[in-house]
């Protein structure tokens, strides 16, 4: 009896500490971007001990929710680039954690799904726009310079996403297309003052947004891209996954 009481003691322990570790290291990392945390991630172990777990080296499963810290700020004003702190809400599952290297763990699988608001996706598409076109040259840059991406909205009954630029004088429909772990658009309906819309212009907008999203995924792949009411639903999976390299990406994940 005294021993099962050790045990349980040691086990409580363990999940108490751990977690802790988890949430301060969420919580220093909002604090390096500059955001205000006003809840903590809830962290969970399944069912394996982890008393079991510690001594074999790996954790068999962990399960993290961790709050929205997005931040959004239009600092030069309405019309210019907007600044981005901090990451959506984020739902965590990692299978096969490997803590033989502290400083180094290594997640066997790691899935994380998250909403992403319209005002993301427009933050993101807009700074996109903004290094082409100071990349571009010409025709293309002038076209570029002509075109300002002013809203997104969620299109949920095609599967879309509604690109507004130019003050409403067009909208380009985009429809993802995530294709073994990589995600595209395709993009349609697309007129600029009753003409159809040159290709480059077209295409420089369907790749600043799939260059956005690319860069908040990192290494992970695209496992789903849903459409939903006022965002995308996103997940994203790795194998072997190093949670030092995944800070600030796919939903931030905390280090452990």
Known sequence: ????????????????????????????????SGVTVEEEPTISFGPTPLVFS???????????TTPSTLEITYPGGDSALPEITGQPAAVIDIDDLSISDPDNPVAGTLTTTTEVPE???LAIIQRQMAEQQGDASGAAGFLQELVTITDITANVEESALDVEFTGGAAVLT?????????????????????????AQVADGITQA??????????????EQFEVIDGGVRIRVVGENVNLNNLTGQGGQIPAS
């Open 1 to 32: 009896m005294a021993i099962l009481l050790i045990v349980l003691v040691a086990e409580f322990g363990l999940r108490w500490f751990i977690g802790q570790q988890l949430r301060d290291s969420f919580n220093q990392q909002a604090e390096e």
């Open 174 to 198: 985009l429809q993802p297309v995530p294709v073994d772990g990589q995600l595209t658009f395709e993009a349609t309906n697309a007129s600029l003052f009753g003409f159809d819309l040159p």
């Open 54 to 64: 510690i001594l074999g080296g790996s954790i068999n499963e962990v399960n993290v």
């Open 209 to 222: 947004l799939q260059d956005g999203v690319s860069e908040q995924v990192g290494q992970l792949g695209v």
């Open 119 to 121: 005002e993301f996706l």
